[in-house]
């Protein structure tokens, strides 16, 4: 073992920051890989959070530049996990980066090439509800400050060459290998959020004014593509009537998944308070199934929203949305379970799906690729569900977040921590072991 | 020592940012502008000062012009301060005399459409900072030891997790449990979910390890009587039977856990046998079948939820979190042991979030458990009946329909609830309890088990109601938040920090009260800063009536420069200020 025991955290969400950040600060060597071109996940694509209503962004943006500037952690953004051999101790890990054509110690991300790209492509950190250049950043805090270029989607004018006055665009880049030797690995891999448009009754996709609560959080968001003002989709009308629909393909066997996202009832009702923020004279309704308020302050948080903040909460399972073709205002029309009647809500302008969370497909592959385990459902399985909540089937191997089951952020922080510490204490052991044995 | 004040020569470097601050700003203007400034020795303009072409222009600069200031003029001091920081280290100039002027943020992207008046903006902003900066002091940043020991308070699942964690790192650990034995909550308890293995079982082999561990001193039957001191260097008074125990330790753990609250007075608890609490009714169900036989064979048996729960106000304004899932577990025993009785649970939202608890819901729902749904404004009613046994009355919220049901048993699922003695602890730890009273933590969102006070942290059901599983989360996260400065063996202390004149300091213990970091001490008659505590927050300077108190690198002079330069009127000469 060298003398700073290293670890490679798989995924630069909140959680992969926080196991990277322990690490980090504890004097280990870390490796934070990213497949995207930054760090930063699910959390900052988030408006608000709760039940503090702190801007995401504007509390997570401090740990991902801490990342970024902390001497003992080495972003691998843009990076794919190609394969995993050895044990705990001694994993050989190789790492394909893709290519960014962009030197990322000489772009200062001033966005001057994105400026002239002349190509224009829907933005997947907008939920694809905004454009972006073919040379891009997928947000302004992005971490690294680097822009990347779509290869996939640009047309070689070259325009970025010629604007960036940094000299930092460059075409002949190829891929890079990059080879690992590291003690352990921390996987956090997040979540995912189920397509409801296999719902036909709801019309996701095929009605204008639905959308679901992650494009929501961009719709919403100062820096998202309407810079946060709140209008309905099909034409930027104001809107007057907000509906949210509970359980979207959870908690079912029909459709998507039969868990509890355990997050959705919460985050329903603070977007249901920044849609009060942002305009008190909209009426807002939450169609749920169960109130699930079980964290520090929540129930306490769903309570000033109903009382104080007048949010609307029915309990019902929706059945259908239609759209008037005329006006594309909606029509959910349900059954109120507590006066066993069926119910129509009419004009309402917006309907927010509050979707299954689910594990990423492509935990299969890394599953594969490591050797260890996933449930039924897909989340990374753990050797003991009460004593070993972070050890995954491989000894070396801890998972955090929501990849390891469904979770909101504090939970995922913790876990997080929790997978650095487990990480810590197995390579303690192994090397009293060793000095022992010696 | 005689401290020699040089005279402030002052280096101004401004951005273009690319097109972001110089497509907007006329930025050459601002330099010239910059050049006729007082205390300015030195002054250009870069495309990106933030590029290693940047950052060397910067150390040439201070080196060629002797500078003893800098002032970048550029985007925000959140992502680029330590940078322009850094740079002036490595030219010799201490990092507290660099001062950062946002002329993006501030300036050219709010005023994008303004040229003219965002180059005057950028030009008053430059100029604030350079007024600031000559009235600039250098800081040192202390380091303070760290005795790689810590103090766990709480022997439950939570204090043993992180205890064997911790010494399984080298550290050693001080457990500390008030009862006689170790164990806490787990011992009240038959079986887990959703494992369904028995609480004693996976006790005994974590006590037994905890007890064998050279690096754990497990001190039961012994209180906490007093902590003093900061992180690193916290000095522990435990009583034991009576006699004081003092050991020196680098962090405290809390994991004081909780108890279950006790509905006296409501739903015939403490008036009928026949009315338990799911505690109670685990200690039955740990004695066996046999013994519950010999109570009674329950035929029919209703739990009622969120007893004493989910209230209109604090404290107990919570949901408990675990109830749920507990009256699952439970109702599936009862349903195994007797399986021709009838298990009926009386709830309001089924709290079995996630994977694996939605799964045990439904086998439940599978299995016969009968589930009534309640809503806040029909709670069901409890009434004895001449046999022992009691009706519960309960109206079906989802079906509109009464049920009267007949039962030999009631069980109440009640919340988790904070300790009596936890104000106590608060006290002795100067660490808050939030409107719920557990334990509260530094941030809710990102710091989940750190308080803001440095080298104290907090785990399992001190900090809310949570379940075994979570609880054990906590405790290994704990473990890695202590461990970081123990295994590093010292924390590097804030330079900003708060700084009390004692000829003017009365000793009214205002900034004692505020403090959020307990950083405030009164030690005859006057208030002393524990600079280790100090965050350099400026509650206390700012609250001070006597204006005794003082920020390092933010004192009223540096602040007055700034706002008196910022409306043109006279800029005080420096440097007159007393060196801080």
Known sequence: ?438 | MAQQEEKPKVGVFICHCGINIGGVVNVPQVVKYAQTLPNVAYAEDNIYTCSAEGIDSIKAAIKEHSLNRVVVASCTPRTHEPLFRGACVDAGVNPYLFELANIREHCSWVHMREPEKATEKAKDIVRMAIARASFLKPQEEAELPVDPTALIIGGGISGITSALCLANQGFKVYLVEREPELGGMLRKIYKLYPTDEEASKILDASINAVMSHKNINALTSTEIKNVEGYIGNFEVTALKNGEENKFKVGTVIVATGAVEFKPVGVYGYDKYDRVLTQVELEKVLQSGKSAMDRFFKPQKVAMIQCVGAREEKPPRAYCSRICCMVAVKNAMLIKEWYPESEVYIIYQDMQTYGKDYEEHHRKAREAGIKFINYTKENPPEVMPLPDKRLRVNAYHALLGEKRELDCDLVVLSTPLVQHESAKELSKILKVPLGQDEFFLEAHVKLRPVDFATDGIYVCGTAHGPKDIGESVSQAYAVSSRAASPMANRKVRAEAITAVVDKDRCVGCRMCEKLCPFGAHRIEEGKSTVIEALCKGCGVCAAACLRRAITMRHFTDDQIMAEVKTAFLTEVPKPPEAPAI
Request: glycine share 8%; net charge neutral.
């Open chain 1, 1 to 438: 073992m060298s003398e700073k025991p290293s670890v490679l955290v798989i995924g630069g969400g909140i959680a992969g920051i926080q196991a990277s950040l322990d690490l980090g600060g504890r004097g280990f060597q870390v490796y934070l890989l990213e497949e995207t071109p930054t760090i930063g996940g699910r959390m900052a694509q988030l408006d608000k959070t709760f039940p503090t209503m702190d801007c995401s962004i504007c509390i997570l943006a401090p740990k991902m530049m801490e990342c970024y500037r902390h001497p003992n952690i080495k972003l691998l953004t843009y990076c794919e996990l190609k394969e995993i051999k050895g044990s705990v101790g001694n994993f050989q890990v190789k790492i394909l980066q893709k290519p960014r054509y962009v030197n990322e110690t000489k772009c200062t991300g001033c966005g001057a090439c994105a400026e002239h790209c002349p190509i224009e492509v829907p933005n997947e950190f907008d939920m694809g509800l905004g454009m972006r250049k073919a040379i891009y950043m997928p947000m302004p805090q992005a971490v690294p400050r680097c822009m990347t270029v779509d290869k996939e989607n640009c047309i070689d004018c070259k325009l970025c060459i010629k604007m960036c006055r940094a000299g930092a665009v460059d075409f002949q880049q190829e891929p890079r290998d990059i080879d690992l030797n590291v003690s352990a690995i921390i996987i956090a891999t997040g979540f995912n959020q189920y397509d409801p448009s296999e719902i036909l009754e709801y019309g996701y996709k095929r009605h204008r004014n639905i959308l679901t609560a992650l494009e929501f959080e961009r719709w919403v968001c100062a820096s998202g593509p309407v810079g946060g003002h709140l209008v309905r989709p099909a034409d930027g009308g104001i809107p007057k009537k907000i509906a949210f629909i509970q359980c979207v393909g959870s908690r079912g066997l029909k459709f998507g998944t039969p868990f509890c996202s355990s997050v959705c009832c919460m985050y329903a009702t603070k977007e249901a308070l920044i849609i009060r923020e942002h305009a008190p004279e909209v009426q807002v309704y939450i169609f749920y199934n169960e109130l699930r308020a079980f964290g520090k302050g929540f129930q306490e948080f769903v309570n000033r929203a109903r009382d104080e903040w007048g949010v609307k909460y029915v309990r019902s399972r929706p059945g259908e949305i239609r759209e008037d073709p005329n006006t594309r205002s909606l029509t959910i029309w349900y059954d109120d379970t507590l006066t066993r009647e069926i119910k129509s809500l009419s004009d309402v302008d917006l309907v927010v799906l509050c979707p299954a969370l689910i594990p990423r497909e492509s935990n299969k592959k890394l599953a594969e690729i490591i050797g260890i385990e996933l449930d039924d459902c897909g989340f990374f399985k753990v050797t003991h569900p009460l004593l070993a909540p972070v050890d995954s089937t491989i000894q070396g191997i801890y998972v955090c977040g929501y990849c390891q089951s469904p979770k909101d952020i504090p939970d995922s922080v913790t876990q997080a921590s929790a997978a650095a510490a487990r990480a810590a204490e197995t390579l303690a052991l192994a090397q009293i072991q060793r000095v022992g044995g010696s």
